[in-house]
């Protein structure tokens, strides 16, 4: 009885992972391997494209203009910061994830650009594959949240709109390091004198442990100062807690 009580302990121990852990960890891994490549060695990385896609990307890396990247003659090395889901079920999932991409050229220095990306994935016999990706773009049309984030999705809105000669807003939706995060934002934006008005354009569920969550949110930004506007995309990791009944934010970390 022992042994078997044992044996039970060491294969709990080595219980399959969650299967949101599971998405997230795939997703992650292949967007960090869709936008990594090395033109000296293209085939073992377009090799790795295949073997983490499936259904029309996978058809459509298979096609794809060799020539043309060995005449760009870059190396570009992928990894993604930060994953959330926006849906999943036994067979299909949707997630958002925040990317940074370091390319080289053939006669220049590293760049480090960074991103944001959404992604289809499905369940295969192999485990979880990406079926479509493609980049968040400024003012996308649709406006995607996982279900039951209005009430976070609200408060970012609040949070990341200001006028520079008007009072600070959304204080009673801060608690613990959010606040002083918070003050040292709007404290820039009443010096040099901005107007911010922010949009949620995607909000993915990266951790949700009873009255925890972590989201992961991407926002249009519009920011006007001396009458000149511009539009930038922004990336935010948002610890969330229920307090009293209502979500409160404890902790915000751009991306």
Same mark, same amino acid.
């Given at each position: 009885m022992r042994v078997l +009580?044992?044996?039970? *302990?060491? *294969?709990?121990?080595? /219980?399959a992972p969650e299967p949101r852990e599971d998405v997230l960890? !795939?997703?992650?891994? !292949? *967007?960090?391997?869709? @936008?990594?490549? &090395?033109?000296? @060695?293209?085939?073992?990385?377009?090799?790795?494209w295949l073997d983490e896609s499936t259904d029309g990307l996978h058809e459509e890396f298979r096609r794809i203009d060799k020539e043309r990247i060995r005449r760009a003659a870059t190396i570009t090395e992928g990894r993604a910061t930060d994953t959330a889901l926006l849906h999943l079920d036994d067979r299909t999932a949707k997630l958002i994830? !925040?990317?940074e991409v370091t390319v080289t050229p053939a006669d220049g220095a590293p760049v480090t650009k960074r991103g944001r990306y959404q992604a289809d994935l499905r369940r295969t016999p192999a485990g979880w594959k990406a079926s479509a990706v493609a980049p968040v773009p400024i003012s996308a049309d649709q406006v995607i949240t996982h279900e039951g984030t209005d009430e976070i999705v609200e408060a970012m809105t609040t949070l990341f709109s200001h006028r520079f000669d008007e009072p600070d807003r959304g204080r009673d939706l801060l608690r613990g390091k959010a606040i002083e995060q918070h003050r040292r934002m709007f404290e820039q934006i009443r010096a040099q004198r901005l107007v911010l008005? %922010?949009?949620v354009v995607r909000a993915g569920v990266r951790v949700r442990e009873g009255d925890r969550a972590v989201l992961l949110v991407f926002l249009d930004q /519009?920011?006007?100062? !001396?009458?000149?506007? %511009? *539009?930038?995309?922004?990336?935010?990791t948002v610890t969330t807690?229920? +307090? &009293?009944?209502?979500?409160?934010?404890?902790d915000l970390q751009p991306r």
């Open positions: +009580i044992v044996v039970l *302990l060491l *294969l709990a121990g080595c /219980a960890r !795939a997703g992650q891994r !292949a *967007l960090a391997v869709f @936008n990594t490549l &090395d033109h000296r @060695n293209l085939g073992e990385g377009l090799r790795r994830a !925040a990317v008005a %922010s949009k /519009a920011l006007e100062r !001396a009458g000149q506007t %511009s *539009l930038a995309a922004a990336q935010v807690e229920r +307090i &009293d009944g209502r979500w409160r934010v404890t």
